[in-house]
């Protein structure tokens, strides 16, 4: 089992930045795939960016390239989501999510931090 808690959601304003965290435990961190979802209101949820477990890899939706970076530290048992240039259309509550490298589904979900982009 592995516990997921983010953190660092709020209000900012559109062009702002944010970090998003996540501090995992309950299993080797560092088997583990990690990616970041968003759900907007009335929306489904949807894949953001994602990452291997060494980090040395990773992959982002279309429309947060070179925007988003997701990043991870292994000793810290912890993920990063640092978002530049924030627009309104980012408003979503985002979830951090963990796999092994075995399943290809995320059976691992963090409870969800709430991200507004509004003047």
């Known amino acids: 089992q592995v516990q997921l808690v983010e953190s660092g959601g709020g209000l900012v304003q559109p062009g702002g930045s944010m970090r998003l965290s996540c501090a995992a435990s309950?299993?080797?961190?560092?088997?583990?795939?990690m990616g970041w979802f968003r759900q907007a209101p009335g929306k489904e949820r949807k894949f953001v960016a994602r990452i291997f477990p060494s980090g040395g890899i990773s992959f982002y939706e279309d429309s947060v390239k070179g925007r988003f970076t997701i990043s991870r530290d292994n000793t810290k048992n912890t993920v990063y989501l640092q978002m530049n240039s924030l627009q309104p259309e980012d408003t979503a509550v985002y979830y951090c999510?963990?796999?092994?490298?075995?399943?290809?589904?995320?059976?691992?979900w963090g409870q969800g931090t709430q991200v507004t982009v509004s003047s």
């Open positions: 309950g299993r080797t961190f560092s088997d583990l795939h």
């Open positions: 999510a963990a796999r092994p490298a075995v399943v290809r589904e995320y059976p691992y």
